[in-house]
């Protein structure tokens, strides 16, 4: 076994090759040694060790029937939205792994992508005599305790930088209460502290958000909200199934319809664009990534709009599934950055450029 420690005395460097875990085997920590409570979390993280072993590994990397890959996420998204994050950032890493690194996740691994970058707090990388060190605080890492290894973004002598990481150092800390939300709870997005934790370069300065999978990724996650869309509005569905609508209730789930069935028809499309296109010599992918958050975002806030006041309060407060969709994916379209998104498209449409044709 190949642990953290070895990746200090290894002198690793970022050339691609073979498997990602030459970074190390490294183990989350065990709900029952206390490192995750005996509730929804765990549950969860018992969902994604089992995708991570029985089906991630038949999901296609972008570029490749990337249709499949986003009704896989828009399936899990269905399921349990904090499930669906969890594979997402997996699936995400190991398409990043392959992108920039030339490897992938070995067997046994559950990998997390921890790239949010607030004004504070932050992970600072130093250079070692073995090669990178990091210290400091990442926010929203989603599998704080499940993931046994994390791609993690830091701010280096040289620019901003990716790292892969063996979680299983000492020096790897997550921070309890650092989630007191209701929606995605169950995603374990604690703040995590790294403490001279060893770590390797993986490509670059920048290449993490320069290459076309990072603008393909994105539409990624949109297939988790789009999922989660469908979960929201799966009893008004079945409402209509019985004959149990009125005139009311039958013209939200009409709205709805044409919401989702659009939303559905947009994501076919943007998984061809991209098969047609994964190494963006068209120069279309920043804009069409942009669209395609921006509608699906808009459609999941009118979809929980339509449902919630066809259906009142009932399923809110009797259909266990259902409030837990309606809070988690309330909290997850915030990943979209709302009007502040919309303004960066607006801006590029106005450039004029050749993505925007």
Same mark, same amino acid.
């Not at 970058?117 to 499940?146: F, H, I, M, Q």
């Not at 209701?182 to 995590?192: E, F, K, Q, W």
């Not at 069935?261 to 804009?287: K, Y």
């Given at each position: 076994?190949?642990?953290?420690?070895?990746?200090? +005395?290894?002198?690793?460097?970022?050339?691609?090759?073979?498997?990602?875990? %030459?970074?190390?085997?490294?183990?989350?920590? *065990?709900?029952?040694?206390?490192?995750?409570?005996?509730?929804?979390? +765990?549950?969860?993280?018992?969902?994604?060790?089992?995708?991570?072993?029985?089906?991630?590994?038949?999901?296609?990397?972008?570029?490749?029937?990337?249709?499949?890959?986003?009704?896989?996420?828009?399936?899990?998204?269905?399921? %349990?939205?904090?499930?669906?994050?969890?594979?997402?950032?997996?699936? $995400?890493?190991?398409?990043?792994?392959?992108?920039?690194?030339?490897?992938?996740?070995?067997?046994?691994? +559950? =990998?997390?992508? =921890?790239?949010? /970058?607030?004004?504070?707090?932050?992970?600072?990388?130093?250079?070692?005599?073995?090669? =990178?060190?990091?210290?400091?605080?990442?926010?929203?890492?989603?599998?704080?305790?499940?993931?046994?290894?994390?791609?993690?973004?830091?701010?280096?002598?040289?620019?901003?930088?990716?790292? &892969?990481?063996?979680?299983?150092?000492?020096?790897?800390?997550?921070?309890?209460?650092? =989630?007191?939300?209701?929606?995605?709870?169950?995603?374990?997005?604690?703040?995590?502290?790294?403490? $001279?934790?060893?770590? #390797?370069?993986?490509?670059?300065?920048?290449?993490?958000?320069?290459?076309?999978?990072?603008?393909?990724?994105? @539409?990624?996650?949109?297939?988790?909200?789009?999922?989660?869309?469908?979960?929201?509005?799966?009893?008004?569905?079945? #409402?209509?199934?019985?004959?149990?609508?009125?005139?009311?209730?039958?013209?939200?789930?009409?709205?709805?319809?044409?919401?989702?069935?659009?939303?559905?028809?947009?994501?076919?499309? &943007?998984?061809?664009?991209?098969?047609? %296109?994964?190494? *963006?010599? /068209?120069?279309?992918? #920043?804009? /069409?990534?942009?669209?395609?958050?921006?509608?699906?975002?808009?459609?999941? &806030?009118?979809?929980?709009?339509?449902?919630?006041?066809?259906?009142?309060?009932?399923?809110?407060?009797?259909?266990?599934?259902?409030? #837990?969709? @309606?809070?988690?994916?309330?909290?997850?379209?915030?990943?979209?950055?709302?009007?502040? %998104?919309?303004?960066?498209?607006?801006?590029?449409?106005?450039?004029?450029? +050749?993505?925007?044709?």
């Amino acid at each position: 076994m190949i642990t953290s420690t070895d990746v200090a +005395r290894s002198g690793v460097s970022s050339a691609g090759g073979g498997r990602a875990s %030459d970074v190390g085997e490294g183990r989350a920590p *065990d709900a029952r040694e206390g490192g995750m409570p005996d509730t929804g979390e +765990r549950r969860t993280s018992a969902m994604f060790a089992g995708f991570v072993e029985r089906e991630a590994p038949a999901v296609p990397l972008p570029g490749r029937s990337t249709g499949r890959r986003f009704a896989v996420l828009t399936s899990l998204g269905r399921r %349990d939205l904090s499930l669906a994050r969890l594979a997402e950032g997996h699936l $995400d890493a190991a398409a990043i792994l392959h992108e920039v690194d030339g490897s992938l996740p070995g067997p046994g691994e +559950r =990998w997390g992508v =921890w790239a949010a /970058r607030p004004p504070s707090p932050v992970v600072n990388a130093t250079r070692t005599e073995d090669g =990178w060190s990091l210290s400091g605080v990442k926010p929203y890492c989603s599998g704080a305790r499940c993931c046994t290894h994390a791609l993690v973004t830091a701010e280096a002598d040289d620019g901003y930088r990716l790292f &892969a990481v063996a979680l299983d150092h000492p020096g790897v800390t997550p921070l309890p209460g650092t =989630w007191p939300a209701v929606g995605m709870a169950d995603s374990d997005s604690l703040d995590v502290s790294f403490t $001279d934790v060893p770590a #390797r370069a993986v490509g670059e300065p920048g290449a993490y958000v320069e290459r076309p999978g990072f603008l393909h990724g994105g @539409v990624g996650v949109a297939a988790c909200w789009l999922g989660g869309a469908h979960a929201v509005a799966a009893p008004l569905y079945e #409402r209509s199934g019985t004959g149990r609508l009125n005139e009311h209730a039958a013209a939200h789930l009409g709205a709805v319809d044409v919401l989702l069935s659009t939303a559905d028809t947009v994501m076919r499309r &943007a998984a061809e664009d991209i098969d047609a %296109d994964p190494l *963006d010599e /068209r120069g279309q992918a #920043r804009v /069409r990534g942009m669209r395609v958050r921006a509608l699906v975002e808009k459609v999941c &806030a009118e979809v929980l709009d339509h449902t919630g006041r066809a259906l009142g309060a009932g399923p809110l407060c009797h259909d266990e599934h259902h409030a #837990r969709a @309606v809070a988690d994916l309330t909290v997850y379209i915030r990943q979209h950055h709302a009007e502040g %998104d919309l303004a960066q498209l607006g801006h590029a449409i106005g450039d004029g450029s +050749r993505e925007t044709r």
